[in-house]
């Protein structure tokens, strides 16, 4: 089967940084995707990672081990609007189907 | 660029009943994907149509079905409804059928609600 885990909340302060991880156990690898979506509206994409290491893209990045099963998100200068959900999501052996964890919602605080 | 576009945004329907929701693509996309979001929970993949062919299923029962047309704009339909149903339905277009290579681009989803 396919097992993700993400943590359900996490707070942080704005200007801050903070780190969303996500492990993952999937018959199969093609790439791990994170995407956010505000309350009420469509998941918007942020990264993929499919080898090993950091990538790098604004204020966001997204780290993969696979070896491990783990990635991470990072958020660095947090703002308000980074408020959020904030899903993992693989790509198994199917390769036309995304596997999602049930997300994690994050409160930035003033 | 015209982004994914899903039709209507909320729906209220009754148990047994039979629902059609519908999406258009993104521009130049031609790869339209449907999930299923229940409260609180992640999508969960229903299917996929990629050149008006279903490509790949998710596990959902055969009440739940799809149409692809030339200009790759989707409908899904789900008969005879039950409670569980209730959920935010979001379509996403993409390039191709590789999720691997191609990101999603969801639409804002249908609120679907079974009384």
């Known amino acids: 089967g396919q097992n993700i885990d993400q943590p359900t909340e996490m707070t942080a302060t704005e200007g801050a940084i903070v780190q969303i991880n996500c492990t993952y156990q999937?018959?199969?690898?093609?790439?791990l995707f994170w995407y956010q979506q505000h309350a009420g509206e469509a998941p918007t994409f942020l990264s993929y990672?499919?080898?090993?290491g950091l990538e790098e893209k604004g204020r966001f990045s997204s780290f993969l081990s696979r070896s491990k099963g783990y990635s991470y998100l990072l958020l660095k200068e947090l703002q308000m609007k980074d408020s959020a959900s904030y899903l993992c999501?693989?790509?198994?052996?199917?390769?036309?189907?995304?596997?999602f964890g049930k997300g994690t919602s994050l409160l930035v605080t003033p | 660029e015209t982004g994914v576009t899903q039709s209507p945004t909320h729906l209220i329907k009754t148990r047994g009943q039979q629902v059609t929701l519908r999406c258009s693509s993104q521009s130049g996309h031609n790869t339209v994907s449907w999930y299923q979001q229940a409260l609180g929970q992640g999508p969960q993949f229903i299917f996929q149509?990629?050149?008006?062919?279903?490509?790949g299923r998710g596990n959902f029962p055969p009440r739940f079905s799809g149409l692809q047309f030339p200009n790759y704009s989707s409908e899904l339909n789900v008969n005879a409804l039950e409670l569980d149903d209730s959920a935010l339905y979001l379509c996403?277009?993409?390039?191709?059928?590789?999720?691997?290579?191609?990101?999603?681009?969801f639409g804002n989803g249908t609120r679907l609600t079974v009384t």
């Open positions: 999937t018959s199969g690898f093609n790439g």
């Open positions: 996403a277009s993409s390039l191709d059928r590789g999720a691997y290579n191609s990101p999603l681009h």
């Open positions: 990672n499919v080898l090993d």
């Open positions: 149509y990629y050149r008006e062919e279903e490509n």
């Open positions: 999501a693989v790509n198994s052996n199917s390769g036309y189907a995304l596997n």
